[in-house]
């Protein structure tokens, strides 16, 4: 199982950023995935879930701001990340997702919202 | 939102001790908690899922415990390789994460 994520980097407040996590090793279109970040010497927190079937869940501090999807075809996994505010800097990372259990991780996308 | 607390934030520890990681739920998850180790600039990686059912490739000396709202992590004998952040995560009303444990070295 392996799980790349792309797409990161520097963006002003209020811009958008679009990031991949690419997988690989196991039947993508079988699993749900998450993305969930890691704000700098902070904890872990859950931004958002997709289904097998596309059906999708948002943490009210993204709601509206980010979308989840996902390319069954091309074994991808994305999160759209609009009106970016300072606070949402953080390392992003997918995991897959097997009975709420986040069983595999990549090894994160940075992202820096800073004008 | 389920809020989990855990318990120490921090934890001295010497190598072959047995220590023992508090997550409490603001509600009951039944055992829908699972535990995450996250070393210095690495990927979290997932050690007990649904309260304490073991996990393939993990060292026999994690074991986890516990229903409801109040569960533990423990390690018998910490190896230094331990020296971690230690999360806890329910996924029975959406997702969360506890604060996190950091185990350092006494």
């Known amino acids: 199982v392996q799980l790349v994520e792309s797409g990161g980097g520097l963006v002003q407040p209020g811009k958008s950023l679009k990031l991949s996590c690419s997988a690989s090793?196991?039947?993508?279109?079988?699993?749900?995935m998450h993305w969930i970040r890691q704000a700098p010497g902070k904890g872990l927190d859950w931004v958002a879930y997709?289904?097998?079937?596309?059906?999708?869940v948002y943490a009210d501090a993204v709601k509206g701001r980010f979308t989840i999807s996902r390319d069954n075809a091309k074994n991808t996994l994305y999160l759209q990340l609009n009106s970016l505010k300072s606070e949402d800097t953080a390392i992003y990372y997918c995991a897959r997702s097997w009975g709420g259990v986040m069983d595999a991780w990549g090894q994160g996308a940075s992202v820096t919202v800073s004008s | 939102d389920v809020v989990l607390t855990q318990s120490p934030a921090t934890l001295s520890v010497t190598p072959g001790e047995r220590i023992s990681l508090s997550c409490r739920a603001s509600e009951s998850v039944d055992t829908y908690l699972h535990w995450y180790q996250q070393k210095p600039n690495e990927s979290p990686r997932l050690l007990i899922k649904?309260?304490?059912q073991s996990i393939s490739g993990i060292p026999s000396r994690f074991s986890g415990s516990g229903s409801g709202t109040d569960f533990t992590l423990s390690i018998n004998g910490v190896e230094l390789e331990d020296l971690s952040i230690y999360y806890c995560q329910q996924g029975n009303s959406l997702w969360t994460f506890g604060g996190g444990t950091k185990l350092e070295l006494k």
């Open positions: 649904y309260a304490s």
């Open positions: 997709i289904s097998s079937s596309s059906g999708t």
């Open positions: 090793g196991f039947t993508f279109s079988s699993y749900g």
